[in-house]
């Protein structure tokens, strides 16, 4: 069974910054795609950044380019999403997720495991 648990999540002021944690088991950070999502309220999912296990590589949305840095912690088995120059539009649940498909991007289908979320909550 594949648990993924996210923290970090909180509510600050627009151009601060937070740290999301997602605590995976050794098996799902050795093997699995890792990503973040998000989703705010009436909207669908989006891909907000991915890295791929093999060689670390990393994606990221347009929208958070420059601003959020995706990184893994090999020594806990943990993923990270750095978020820096928070706006209120990046308000929403965030979730970690984890795919154990051989194709991977930045669509929410491409994804088969999920945590149960940590808010975020950017005010003006």
């Known amino acids: 069974q594949v648990q993924l648990v996210e923290s970090g999540g909180g509510s600050v002021q627009a151009g601060e910054s937070l740290r999301l944690s997602c605590a995976a088991s050794?098996?799902?950070?050795?093997?699995?795609?890792m990503g973040w999502f998000r989703q705010a309220p009436g909207k669908e999912r989006e891909g907000v950044a991915i890295?791929?296990?093999?060689?670390?590589?990393?994606g990221y949305a347009d929208s958070v380019k420059g601003r959020f840095t995706i990184s893994r912690d090999s020594a806990n088995y943990t993923l990270y999403l750095q978020m820096d120059s928070l706006k209120p539009e990046d308000t929403a649940m965030y979730y970690c997720?984890?795919?154990?498909?051989?194709?991977?991007?930045?669509?929410?289908?491409?994804?088969?495991?999920w945590g149960q979320g940590t808010q975020v909550t950017v005010s003006s």
């Open positions: 997720a984890a795919s154990s498909w051989a194709v991977t991007g930045m669509r929410p289908s491409d994804y088969n495991y």
């Open positions: 890295i791929y296990k093999s060689k670390g590589i990393a």
């Open positions: 050794a098996y799902t950070y050795r093997s699995y795609n």
